[in-house]
């Protein structure tokens, strides 16, 4: 039984390796599979054709956000010094306030507040 177990897996190896040599002979002819290879490789050149008019149109410099955001950071609280955006809503300074100093008010942490609410 060993033997023939060897023996068809040497025969199964055999019928592969065939069918390999079929379709290297059928791309080496130009068949459906060697144009789907060619497809892709035509898509990959228009994809890097693309990224590289991209490129050319991005503005030139740093295209970091960081900078803009560092400059965005206006609101400082006056207590632990965490900044905030200059666009941050009272609601959000309050809630800072409350959770981080319960002891202070609201103004104390941002004077231009005002009257706080």
Known sequence: ???????????????????????????AQGTVAAVVVMTR???RD????????????????ACSQLDANKKALTIVCSICKQQFMGTSSASILNQ?????????????????????S
């Open 1 to 27: 039984p060993l033997s023939c177990q060897l023996a068809l897996s040497s025969q199964q190896r055999e019928k592969k390796e065939e069918g390999r040599g079929e379709e290297e002979k059928q791309a």
């Open 41 to 43: 490789g035509n898509q």
């Open 46 to 61: 228009k994809d890097r054709q693309r990224a590289a008019a991209r490129a050319k149109q991005a503005p030139k410099g």
């Open 96 to 116: 800072h306030a409350e959770s981080k100093h319960p002891k202070s008010s609201v103004t104390d942490c941002f004077p231009h507040l005002g009257g706080g």
